[in-house]
């Protein structure tokens, strides 16, 4: 808190913790005859060590009225933006929804519990995912002058597995097989099989451009459609 008691006004600018706000209080004397000096104003800041982020139209405001009216922020710091990483986005397209109506459940809720699960099946030679590029940070100021310094983000590599082909720049990434696209942290593939436990309830039809292999059953009522072939553990309701 930086305090002065002029002759004829009384200012303090008070600077929040971590130095990104200051705040500005001036109250007139009784005898408004007196103008507000600006020289007064700017020594007043410089002794609260207020060098950037000064909010101009407020000190201009405050010379004109000569008052704050209580207290008014008049300079305000610069948060750090830190830059992001480099992150693999997909672009394969999900299962169009293609079955409509309702079932009946055993609480008389009307719902539709056969499409619920959509997979992302792709084409041999789809475009499958793109590697964004890291971004630059946006480095901030306190009022003080303190520069924040932000962190500029780093490349991933995502390394192409099995069925996918990257570009020379490493940032597309294509199919070169129908199939099922999966990605980790650090690798995508596209697998040719999609497993499930059982196709009921809790997945929906199944829509598959390769091999699907349920381990135990179909429930009945529920549909497994593929193009290469389908392998069911159990029994098909």
Same mark, same amino acid.
């Given at each position: 808190l930086c305090r002065r008691n002029l002759p004829d006004y =009384?200012? +303090?600018? @008070?600077? =929040? #913790?971590? @130095?990104?706000? #200051? +705040? /500005? $209080?001036? $109250? &007139? &004397?009784? %005898?408004?005859? *007196? *103008? /507000? %000096? &600006? @020289? !007064? /104003?700017? !020594?007043?800041? #410089?002794? #609260?060590?207020?060098?950037?982020?000064? /909010?101009? @139209? $407020?000190?201009?405001t405050v010379l004109r009225t000569g008052s704050t009216n209580g207290q008014v922020i008049v300079a305000r710091g610069k948060e750090k933006v830190d830059g992001e990483d480099a992150s693999l986005q997909l672009v394969v397209a999900e299962t169009e929804n293609e079955e409509e109506g309702l079932v009946e459940d055993s609480l008389d809720l009307r719902v539709d519990r056969r499409e619920i699960l959509k997979l992302d099946s792709v084409k041999a030679g789809d475009l499958i995912a793109v590697l964004d590029a890291p971004t630059r940070g946006e480095h901030g100021y306190t009022v003080r002058g303190e520069p924040l310094v932000a962190r500029t983000g780093i490349w991933t590599r995502v390394r192409a597995g099995k069925n996918v082909d990257v570009n020379e720049d490493g940032d597309e990434f294509f199919a070169t097989q129908d199939g099922m696209v999966i990605s980790t942290r650090d690798r995508i593939r596209v697998e040719e099989v999609f497993e499930v436990t059982n196709v009921d309830g809790s997945t929906g039809n199944v829509r598959f451009k390769g091999m699907v292999r349920v381990r135990i059953n179909v429930e009945d009522g529920f549909k497994v459609e593929s193009n290469v072939g389908i392998e069911v553990g159990g029994v098909v309701g």
């Open positions: =009384e200012i +303090y600018v @008070d600077v =929040e #913790a971590g @130095d990104m706000a #200051a +705040y /500005l $209080t001036v $109250t &007139p &004397p009784t %005898d408004r005859s *007196k *103008k /507000l %000096d &600006p @020289d !007064q /104003l700017k !020594q007043v800041l #410089a002794e #609260a060590r207020i060098s950037k982020g000064i /909010l101009y @139209d $407020t000190i201009r």
